[in-house]
């Protein structure tokens, strides 16, 4: 399923750094034919069983997000990634880049691990594995 993302930022470029520093399997090209401050990217899979490479864009914000504490007002996209170590790796380089912890790691019986994230602009994103041991 081929998918296609949209992050608001209110500094783009500071989002580029942190998304393509976290994933190192993105990648942005600013669109200068666009009237806004616009990013195309692409996802490749981090993880072998996931779908194949799906359009994901930075945007400039239009609007003001919610103010802290105040919940999401989004829809929510979580990433695969292949294990457990590698999950605890992301946590690391999120508070490293200057990200949020905003649920940490939590066990989905039988199925694996996730958690929330927010990003340098505010925004909040999952990360959760592929693969799961007992």
Not at 10 to 34: C, E, G
Request: net charge negative.
């Amino acid at each position: 399923m081929q998918l296609y993302i949209e992050i608001q930022a209110d500094i783009p470029t500071r989002a580029v750094t942190f998304y393509t520093t976290l994933f190192p399997t993105w990648s942005f090209q600013k669109d200068p034919s666009l009237p806004i401050e616009y990013y195309r990217g692409t996802l490749s899979p981090a993880s072998s069983s996931s779908p194949p490479t799906s359009a994901i864009n930075i945007l400039k914000r239009p609007t003001n997000p919610p103010p802290p504490m105040h919940g999401t007002n989004a829809f929510v996209c979580s990433f695969p990634v292949d294990d457990e170590a590698a999950l605890d790796n992301i946590e690391n380089k999120v508070v490293e880049l200057g990200g949020q912890v905003a649920m940490q790691k939590f066990e989905i019986p039988g199925r694996g691990w996730h958690a929330y994230f927010v990003d340098t602009e505010g925004n909040t994103f999952g990360v959760f594995t592929t693969a799961y041991r007992e």
